[in-house]
T-cell receptor, first 115, second 115 residues
Framework: EAQVTQNPRYLITVTGKKLTVTCSQN?????MSWYRQDPGLGLRQIYY???????DKGDVPEGYKVSRKEKRNFPLILESPSPNQTSLYFC??????????????FGPGTRLTVL | AQTVTQSQPEMSVQEAETVTLSCTYD???????LFWYKQPPSRQMILVIR??????QNATENRFSVNFQKAAKSFSLKISDSQLGDAAMYFC????????????FGQGTTLQVKP
């Protein structure tokens, strides 16, 4: 089954404790992206990657890091989480040729709470 | 920078009736793509419909259609014969054709369908 998986699905942590949210896709997609969703703000793009070893900032990259060492994985790293990073996070992937038509597959979301 | 605005935080419609969700955007580009996504309570993101800016004809997908007004930078979604399963949050989104990696979402509109 074609899918994007995220782990963990729920996480409660404390300020300053480094964490990683994993994202993996099994569709051999070149394009992957991270978004955060907050009430009243919609989804905002954090980082995206057009291919392995190629990453670019979205609209809200501050406080986040990503890496794309292999095609299937695109982890989101919070080196020193703060309460304003409490949010719902989505990972998505797409066939590069389909990006313009936006046949994106979204993961199930990760609910992060930073105390 | 491009922006997407959904000015209706909440809408409601009676089952079997028609409802229109509004979206406006701002861009200086002439070539781009617009999308409507649906997010039901399961949080899954589902692509509802897409529109290429170079196409004058409005996109249609079954009960979903758009009214694309390029000069006015307006992109509304019409849902005909509303069903209970249409209850969800709907997001309008913009993607530039020159920078296909970035996707900009609106704030979202929560649609309630009354039986």
């Amino acid at each position: 089954e074609a899918q994007v998986t995220q782990n963990p699905r729920y996480l409660i942590t404390v300020t300053g404790k480094k964490l990683t949210v994993t994202c993996s896709q099994n569709m051999n997609h070149e394009y992957m992206s991270w978004y955060r969703q907050d009430p009243g703000l919609g989804l905002r793009q954090i980082y995206y990657s057009m291919n392995v070893e190629v990453t670019d900032k979205g609209d809200v990259p501050e406080g986040y890091k990503v890496s794309r060492k292999e095609k299937r994985n695109f982890p989101l790293i919070l080196e020193s989480p703060s309460p304003n990073q409490t949010s719902l996070y989505f990972c998505a992937s797409s066939d590069l040729l389909a990006v313009e038509r936006d046949t994106q597959y979204f993961g199930p979301g990760t609910r992060l709470t930073v105390l | 920078a491009q922006t997407v605005t959904q000015s209706q935080p909440e809408m409601s419609v009676q089952e079997a009736e028609t409802v229109t969700l509004s979206c406006t955007y701002d861009t200086s580009e002439s070539d781009y793509y617009l999308f409507w996504y649906k997010q039901p309570p399961s949080r899954q993101m589902i692509l509802v419909i897409r529109q290429e800016a170079y196409k004058q004809q409005n996109a249609t997908e079954n009960r979903f259609s758009v009214n694309f007004q390029k000069a006015a930078k307006s992109f509304s979604l019409k849902i005909s014969d509303s069903q209970l399963g249409d209850a969800a949050m709907y997001f309008c989104a913009y993607r530039s054709s020159s920078n296909t990696g970035k996707l900009i979402f609106g704030q979202g509109t929560t649609l309630q369908v009354k039986p």
